[in-house]
T-cell receptor
């Protein structure tokens, strides 16, 4: 069975603090992709990153970084020096084939000015 | 212009009414999807279509039907709307070609907020 768990339902941080959003996944497949999407208050889904199961290198994009660890089935997302514009719901998702994305339940991040 | 568009963006309807949500895309993708989002539940797949002749049920298809009128158009219908179908609905597309580089990535429309009273 495929499953994505985002245990943190809501997180609040003060602006400029670092914050890590957790994502734990389950799959029996050896080939899969993991994604992070951002959903700002306006409602659209914004693609942030895709990582395939054969690439465990961490990735950094500006203030965003991702830590993929197959040993713990985790794909965590860190925002450094958070800003108010980072306030959104963040979804982790798993793709294993057949073109189906399995989404976690999302983490609502609130950055307090 | 947006690559994936949805109409209407907002809709309020009454229990028992038939309603159709429409999705159009200019990305030239063969594969299209309908998801619904409920607070605390993330996105769940309703139906997906690999081409105009291939339509498949997703995780939560009961109470919904779809029509793939053309490669670019994929409509979702609620035959008799009920209040627990109040949700945010997303259409998405994907391109299976391109090998590893394209695997899994779906492009989402802006969403349709549906309220069933």
């Amino acid at each position: 069975a495929q499953k994505v768990t985002q245990a943190q339902t809501e997180i609040s941080v003060v602006e400029k603090e670092d914050v890590t959003l957790d994502c734990v996944y389950e799959t029996r497949d050896t080939t899969y992709y993991l994604f992070w999407y951002k959903q700002p208050p306006s409602g659209e889904l914004v693609f942030l990153i895709r990582r395939n199961s054969f690439d465990e290198q961490n990735e950094i994009s500006g203030r965003y970084s991702w830590n993929f660890q197959k040993s713990t089935s985790s794909f965590n997302f860190t925002i450094t020096a958070s800003q108010v514009v980072d306030s959104a719901v963040y979804f982790c998702a798993l793709y294993r084939g057949a073109n189906n994305l399995f989404f976690g339940t999302g983490t609502r991040l609130t950055v307090i000015p | 212009d947006a690559d994936v568009t949805q109409t209407p963006r907002n809709r309020i309807t009454k229990t028992g009414k038939r309603i159709m949500l429409e999705c159009s895309q200019t990305k030239g993708h063969d594969r299209m999807y309908w998801y619904r989002q409920d607070p605390g539940l993330g996105l769940r797949l309703i139906y997906y279509s690999f081409d105009v002749k291939d339509i498949n049920k997703g995780e939560i298809s009961d109470g919904y039907s779809v029509s793939r009128q053309a490669q670019a158009k994929f409509s979702l219908s609620l035959e008799s709307a009920i209040p627990n179908q109040t949700a945010l609905y997303f259409c998405a597309t994907s391109d299976p070609g391109g090998g590893w580089n394209n695997w899994g990535e779906q492009f989402f429309g802006p969403g349709t907020r549906l309220t069933v009273l």
